[in-house]
C-alpha cells in the first residue's frame, strides 16, 4: 500500500476491512504510514469498522487525518473537503475535536481504568540520546532574565489570536464557516460577528491610542538539568548551587497495548545532570491588564456592562499576543536556536515551531503551585508587577505565564489520572503535605481523596 502511493503520487490512502483481523491490519498500515513519514489522509471504511475503533486505535497511530467514512457514497465529500485547500483546516479541526469527544466517551465507560505503577512508567520515559549532534541542547545567547515595562502594544497586532475572542461571545461559525475570518460568512453568526469585530477595533484602537491600559513582562532562560522527573535550575552556569525546582508528573494511565509512546513528563525534555550536558529551561510572564480593572469598574458603574467585558476580553488577547511574541524573540534571538524561523500569525497559532510553552496549571503540569518556583526565580511580582493570589491565579487578570522549551522534541501531552503511589512521590519531592497536594491535583486524581 505505502509503496503504490508512492509511486502514484496518491493523494487520499483508503483502507476497507469485510472481517475482525482487518482491523488490526488498519492499526498496522497506520503505524508503518507514520514510520515511512508519509504526509496522505487515511480514510477507514468497511462493515467491521467503525468511529470509535478509527478514533481510539488508528487515529493516534498516525500524524495526518485519519477519518472513519461510514459507507463509499460520503467518500466523494469528504475527499473533496481534503483536497480543497480553502476548506481542509476547518474539515481536519471539526473532525480533531470530533474524535477526541469520542475517545474522551470512550475512556470514560472503561470504568476499569488500569494505571502503571509509577516505577513502571518511569521505565517507559521519552528516551533521549543526548548526545548524538541532532540532540544536544541548543545553547543560549542570553541567560538570565530580560524584564519587559510599558510594552508598545502596537507591535501586538500582528500575533492576536482573536478565535477566542469570539467564543468569548459564544459566537462560533459552523464548518465550513468554522474560525476568524470564515466566521463572518457564517449565515446564522456572521453579521453580528462582524459587527462585533468593528466595534472591538474601535475600541482596541482607543485602548492603544489614549495608552488606557499597559502591558509588561519578564522572560527568563537558566540553567537546568533533569534529575528524575524533576527539573532543577542553578543559580548560575557553574551549576553548583540550586536556586529552585520544577516538580513533574509523569503519565501513568495505561495506553493501547498496541501502542510504543512513551510515558511523558515535562523532565524528559531536558537533560538529566548525570549526562554532564549543560541544558536550560526557560519561562514567560506577561501581562496586559495593567488598568483594565479600573477601566472595567468605570463602564459597570455606568451601567455598561458590555464594554466592561469588552475591555477584558481584549486585555486577555493582548496578553495572549505579547505571550506568543515573546516566544517567538527567544526562538529567534534570546535563546536563538530558530534564527531564521519564518511563520505567519496561522502558523504560529498552529504551532509550527521548535519547543513549547506549557503553563502549570494544564494539562502537562497539572498543579498550580508550580507558579510560586516561577515567581521566585524571576522575582516576577517586584520587576513586572504581576502577582499571585492566595489561589495562585495571577493578578491583573489578563495575564500569562509559562515554561519554555526548546528541545525539537519536545512536545505537548495531557498527564491525564495519575495514582496514590506518584502522589505520595510527589509530596516527598515537593516536602509537602498530602491533604495540600491532593487539593491542587483533586481533578487528575484516579483515586477518591
Known amino acids: 500500500i505505502i509503496e503504490a502511493a508512492i509511486k502514484e503520487k496518491a493523494d487520499i490512502i483508503g483502507l476497507s476491512g469485510l472481517i475482525t483481523p482487518s482491523l488490526d491490519e488498519m492499526i498496522h498500515v497506520a503505524k508503518e504510514l507514520e514510520r515511512a513519514g508519509l504526509k496522505i489522509p487515511l480514510l477507514i471504511g468497511g462493515a467491521t469498522t467503525s468511529k470509535t475503533h478509527t478514533a481510539v486505535k488508528i487515529a493516534p497511530r498516525y500524524k495526518e487525518p485519519v477519518i472513519h467514512v461510514l459507507d463509499a457514497s460520503r467518500t466523494v465529500v469528504v475527499v473533496s473537503n481534503l483536497l480543497d485547500k480553502g476548506l481542509r483546516d476547518d474539515f481536519i479541526a471539526e473532525l480533531d475535536e470530533e474524535y477526541d469527544e469520542v475517545r474522551d466517551d470512550h475512556y470514560d465507560s472503561l470504568k476499569d481504568r488500569r494505571y502503571l505503577t509509577l516505577e513502571e512508567a518511569r521505565s517507559k520515559a521519552l528516551r533521549i540520546e543526548w548526545r548524538r549532534p541532532e540532540n544536544l541542547p541548543p545553547q543560549p545567547h542570553m541567560v538570565g532574565h530580560k524584564v519587559y515595562d510599558d510594552v508598545d502594544l502596537n507591535e501586538l497586532l500582528p500575533f492576536i489570536d482573536w478565535n477566542p475572542f469570539f467564543h468569548v461571545w459564544q459566537l462560533r461559525g ?80 495505561e495506553k493501547d497495548r498496541e501502542s510504543t509512546d512513551p510515558y511523558l513528563c515535562l523532565s524528559d525534555f531536558v537533560a538529566p545532570a548525570s549526562e554532564g550536558i549543560p541544558d536550560y529551561i526557560g519561562s514567560i510572564a506577561a501581562s496586559a491588564g495593567f488598568g483594565v480593572d479600573e477601566l472595567a469598574a468605570a463602564y459597570e458603574a455606568d451601567n455598561d456592562d458590555y464594554s466592561a467585558i469588552m475591555v477584558k476580553a481584549l486585555a486577555d488577547r493582548l496578553a495572549e499576543a505579547l505571550t506568543e511574541k515573546l516566544h517567538q524573540d527567544m526562538r529567534r534571538e534570546l535563546w ?53 493570589t492566595e489561589s495562585l491565579m495571577m493578578h491583573p487578570g489578563a495575564s500569562v505565564c509559562a515554561l519554555v522549551f526548546a528541545h525539537p522534541k519536545s512536545s505537548y501531552f495531557a498527564v491525564g489520572k495519575i495514582s496514590k503511589d506518584q502522589v505520595d512521590d510527589y509530596v516527598a519531592r515537593k516536602g509537602a503535605s498530602t491533604d495540600e497536594i491532593e487539593t491542587w491535583l483533586r481533578p487528575i486524581l484516579a483515586y477518591d481523596a
Open 174 to 253: 459552523k464548518y465550513p464557516n468554522r474560525g476568524y475570518p470564515k466566521l463572518f460568512n457564517d449565515a446564522s453568526v456572521g453579521e453580528e460577528a462582524q459587527r462585533l469585530f468593528g466595534e472591538a477595533q474601535a475600541m482596541l484602537r482607543d485602548l492603544i491610542d489614549k495608552r488606557r491600559i499597559r502591558a509588561s513582562a519578564i522572560v527568563s532562560i537558566l540553567p537546568a538539568n533533569s534529575k528524575g522527573d524533576d527539573i532543577v535550575v542553578y543559580k548560575d552556569e557553574s551549576r553548583t548551587e540550586v536556586a529552585g525546582t520544577y516538580h513533574g508528573l509523569r503519565q501513568q494511565a
Open 336 to 388: 536563538g536556536f530558530a534564527p531564521n524561523e519564518s511563520l505567519d500569525t496561522e502558523d504560529l497559532l498552529s504551532i509550527k515551531y521548535q519547543g513549547i510553552r506549557p503553563a502549570p496549571g494544564y494539562p502537562s503540569q497539572p498543579d498550580h503551585s508550580e507558579k510560586t518556583t516561577m515567581w521566585k526565580l524571576g522575582s516576577i511580582a517586584e520587576t513586572t508587577g504581576i502577582e499571585l
